[in-house]
């Protein structure tokens, strides 16, 4: 599915607005190199971003209590210490570099990404974080119907994004993030950090890790950021080898 989104995206260089759109054709990264950079395991090297000592100590494998513990997260947890939940940061890795080679590619390809955060202590480092980068946030009030009724929303034929990363999947302690439910019915792809009391089988790339730690959520922050970056950069020097 997303390869397909991905080279669906390539057939048009969109414009980056939320609002009104039209499609008008325009020059692209030449097929062959898009075929490279798909089948290349890691093009855009998000692999050196990060390593374990770096999520250990940004306190990525602290979960909640153990009587929070959603059963679909039993599968990422390393154990348990004095009643809370501790994720294995091994799995997290493989998890969180497949999630930041996805936005990579997204970036890579012109694509909208929109951030999410709900807990208002790290509001407005994600809102800088998308500054930073060129895109979107939103952490305030999710109203129900934005992606699944935006022709109505907006009075008129909206662009949604094309990847939706939370860092925070949960209103509250018990309720899932509204927008998580939207995105998966408007078949959008989204990247979520999913703790140990969240569920993650509406995510299509869940990477399980601690998501109310803001050494945590800087963390984070500036992983995708970089991931991103590296995209878009890379998308500037192929269309810049084919304008020569």
């Known amino acids: 599915m997303l390869l397909r989104r991905i080279v669906a995206a390539?057939?048009?260089?969109?414009?980056?607005?939320?609002?009104?759109?039209?499609?008008?054709?325009?020059?692209?990264?030449?097929?062959e190199k898009g075929s490279d950079v798909l089948s290349h395991p890691d093009y855009f090297g998000v692999h050196k971003l990060f390593t374990v000592e770096d999520l250990f100590k940004a306190r990525v494998h602290f979960g909640h209590k153990e009587g929070t513990l959603n059963d679909n997260m039993k599968g990422y947890l390393y154990g348990s210490r004095l009643g809370h939940c501790i994720i294995d940061l091994d799995k997290t890795v493989d998890y969180l570099r497949a999630a930041l080679n996805v936005a990579a590619h997204i970036a890579y390809r012109d694509g909208i990404i929109l951030f999410f955060n709900r807990n208002a202590l790290n509001a407005h480092?994600?809102?800088?974080?998308?500054?930073?980068?060129?895109?979107?946030?939103?952490?305030?009030?999710?109203?129900?119907?934005?992606?699944?009724?935006?022709?109505?929303?907006?009075?008129?034929v909206t662009r949604l994004p094309d990847l939706c990363i939370f860092f925070n999947t949960m209103n509250n302690v018990l309720d899932m993030h509204t927008a998580v439910r939207d995105a998966a019915k408007m078949n959008i792809p989204t990247i979520g950090i999913v703790d140990t009391n969240c569920n993650p089988n509406l995510i299509t790339y869940p990477v399980p890790g601690n998501d109310d730690s803001p050494a945590a959520i800087e963390l984070y922050c500036k992983l995708f950021k970089n991931a991103?970056?590296?995209g878009k950069e890379k998308r500037k020097a192929h269309l810049a080898s084919e304008a020569q």
């Open 228 to 230: 991103i970056l590296l």
């Open 125 to 156: 480092r994600v809102e800088q974080t998308a500054k930073e980068c060129g895109e979107f946030a939103h952490t305030r009030y999710w109203r129900g119907g934005v992606f699944t009724n935006a022709k109505v929303q907006f009075g008129a």
């Open 10 to 31: 390539g057939k048009l260089n969109l414009p980056r607005s939320m609002a009104t759109v039209t499609m008008p054709e325009q020059q692209l990264v030449a097929s």
